[in-house]
């Protein structure tokens, strides 16, 4: 069976203070006719990735040089694409398509979130082998995703994964983060999702990006009311590994 993942190790991403960081949330989109044909409004550029970084030779690519990670709230729709140094981007069809609302998520809707620098920091070994074996031991569907741990996981590996997340892991629920790379939580589970160019091979988890209004994207609640945030909505980011064709949606619990 092909691995659902694109890459590993993974890599947490958080807001950096670093003003040198060469990857970012937010901002302009990188490519200037990356605009949602639904909402008439520019894709929120969620990350732009610097893909240079020698930290992800996985995404050491000539046809592009950043990576940059779109997604339409105000629509909400599953889509594909493209992207190119010389193409710019490249709309490649609707995986499912609606109407956009005039208050969802919420009223005044930024058209383009602040540019924040971000660092991208490889996930601890110890860590990552804890997260492959709660995950992966599950299977593709994750029937057990929101269930309570198995009993081979061990205190020890449990008090590893709260220390490294920053919160108590009683389930997979709780291993959530924005990740770039190596094997996230699904909140929906893995899914097989087919490249609309015809490749053979199945697309495969690229990132998951969270809704953070405190200190991160203001996705789903604006920064002045963070109670309204659902922590637990997800952006998942799928890529074929074949021709790098982009599949963005929200999954949520």
Same mark, same amino acid.
């Given at each position: 069976?092909?691995?659902?993942?694109?890459?590993?190790?993974?890599?947490?991403?958080?807001?950096?203070?670093?003003?040198?960081?060469?990857?970012?949330?937010?901002?302009?989109?990188?490519?200037?006719?990356?605009?949602?044909?639904?909402?008439?409004?520019?894709?929120?550029?969620?990350?732009?990735?610097?893909?240079?970084?020698?930290?992800?030779?996985?995404?050491?690519?000539?046809?592009?040089?950043?990576?940059?990670?779109?997604?339409?709230?105000?629509?909400?729709?599953?889509?594909?694409?493209?992207?190119?140094?010389?193409?710019?981007?490249?709309?490649?069809?609707?995986?499912?398509?609606?109407?956009?609302?005039?208050?969802?998520?919420?009223?005044?809707?930024?058209?383009?979130?602040?540019?924040?620098?971000?660092?991208?920091?490889?996930?601890?070994?110890?860590?990552?082998?804890?997260?492959?074996? @709660? /995950?992966?031991?599950?299977?593709?569907?994750?029937?057990?995703? !929101?269930? *309570?741990?198995? %009993?081979?996981?061990?205190?020890?590996?449990?008090?590893?994964?709260?220390?490294?997340?920053?919160?108590?892991?009683?389930?997979?629920?709780?291993?959530?983060?924005?990740?770039?790379?190596?094997?996230?939580?699904?909140?929906?589970?893995?899914?097989?999702?087919?490249?609309?160019?015809?490749?053979?091979?199945?697309?495969? @988890? /690229?990132?998951?990006?969270?809704?953070?209004?405190?200190?991160? !994207?203001? *996705?789903?609640? %604006?920064?002045?009311?963070?109670?309204?945030?659902?922590?637990?909505?997800?952006?998942?980011?799928?890529?074929?590994?074949?021709?790098?064709?982009?599949?963005?949606?929200?999954?949520?619990?």
């Amino acid at each position: 069976m092909e691995p659902y993942y694109f890459m590993l190790p993974g890599f947490r991403v958080t807001p950096s203070k670093s003003l040198k960081s060469t990857h970012w949330m937010g901002g302009e989109p990188f490519h200037a006719n990356a605009k949602c044909d639904v909402c008439k409004r520019p894709y929120g550029q969620l990350w732009c990735i610097d893909c240079s970084d020698p930290k992800i030779p996985a995404l050491h690519q000539p046809d592009f040089s950043r990576l940059s990670l779109y997604f339409c709230w105000t629509c909400g729709n599953d889509f594909y694409y493209e992207i190119g140094d010389r193409k710019g981007f490249k709309f490649k069809g609707y995986a499912s398509k609606r109407e956009p609302s005039s208050d969802f998520p919420y009223t005044n809707y930024p058209k383009v979130f602040d540019r924040i620098p971000i660092g991208i920091q490889r996930i601890p070994y110890e860590v990552e082998k804890c997260a492959l074996l @709660v /995950l992966g031991v599950m299977g593709e569907g994750f029937e057990d995703s !929101l269930g *309570m741990m198995k %009993p081979w996981m061990t205190a020890s590996d449990r008090r590893e994964l709260s220390a490294y997340y920053g919160r108590d892991v009683e389930s997979p629920l709780d291993m959530r983060s924005d990740q770039l790379g190596g094997l996230p939580y699904l909140i929906q589970g893995a899914e097989t999702i087919a490249c609309p160019s015809g490749c053979t091979q199945r697309m495969r @988890v /690229l990132a998951t990006v969270y809704s953070n209004p405190k200190n991160g !994207l203001p *996705m789903l609640a %604006p920064r002045e009311h963070p109670e309204k945030n659902n922590p637990f909505a997800q952006v998942v980011f799928h890529i074929c590994p074949s021709c790098y064709c982009i599949h963005a949606g929200n999954r949520c619990d």
